[in-house]
């Protein structure tokens, strides 16, 4: 009785092993939506006039917060629009070429992004100087081509401090300003920003930090998936 029971054991365990990927796939993929955890959006909302049904209930639009149209010149003297980005994925830095100190880690981390993602068209980089006047088009040029940035694919930018400043504090909510002790320096966010193909506000991460960077690289894989479901519903 006992070796009629054993290749039966062994029946049930292999078809709960051949059964657990099926039903993973179907929890991901049941009725056409994934079961993922979808990304915060960050910065303020509003309630609009508007409103979409679920389940015969009528639930009201919400308003969130976009980076606005924004002219930068580029590294190659071109005049960019962040209003350009919108459609793409886009993880956005900020920098000035002078900085010896965090700089060369915030690249670094960047760098890595980038190699990851440069193939996917549905990503785009955008990194922009807080020293134009340290930072001209020649200097954001040695920058870009020391970063091996691909025009098109990752931007470096840059305007006056009077359009960057208002840009980064009011829009991105980060940081910038001289440092008090030495005018020739500034205090600059560290942080990766990465806006959804809407130019929200999805997440920031410490790009001097492996798990961050790491924690990135997943969550563009959720603004990705985002992306082609929504290709996929039109």
């Known amino acids: 009785m006992y070796k009629n029971k054993f290749p039966l054991a062994k029946i049930l365990i292999l078809v709960t092993i ?4 099926g039903f993973l796939y179907y929890l991901l ?5 994934n079961r993922y955890k979808p990304l915060p959006i960050f910065g303020p909302k509003e309630v609009a006039a508007t409103f979409y049904t ?3 209930k009528k639930i009201p639009d919400t308003i969130y917060h976009q980076i606005p149209a924004t002219q930068l010149i580029s590294s190659t003297g071109d005049s960019i629009n962040i209003k350009d980005f919108k459609g793409k994925i886009t993880v956005v830095n900020f920098f000035y070429s002078k900085n010896k100190n965090v700089l060369p880690q915030i690249n670094e981390g ?3 992004i980038y190699d990851e993602f440069k193939d996917n068209k549905l990503i785009k980089f955008l990194s922009i100087s807080v020293d134009p006047r340290s930072d001209s088009v020649k200097a954001l040029k040695d920058y870009a081509k020391a970063l091996k940035a691909k025009k ?3 931007e470096i930018g840059t305007a006056d401090t009077s359009i960057t400043y ?3 504090r009011d829009q991105f909510f980060v940081n910038v300003l001289h440092d008090p002790q030495d005018t020739s320096k500034f205090i600059f966010s560290d942080k990766l920003i990465l806006l959804d193909a809407d130019q929200r506000i999805r997440g ?5 930090s492996f798990n961050e960077i790491k924690r990135l690289s997943d969550e563009i894989k959720v603004l990705i998936t985002e992306e082609l479901r929504k290709i996929k519903l039109e």
Request: without cysteine; positive net charge; charged residues 20%.
């Open 152 to 154: 098109g694919k990752w």
């Open 29 to 33: 993929q049941a009725k056409g939506k």
């Open 18 to 21: 051949l059964a657990v990927p």
């Open 204 to 208: 920031y991460y410490t790009a001097t």
């Open 166 to 168: 208002p840009l980064i």
């Open 110 to 112: 960047l760098s890595s």
């Open 54 to 56: 679920k389940r015969g």
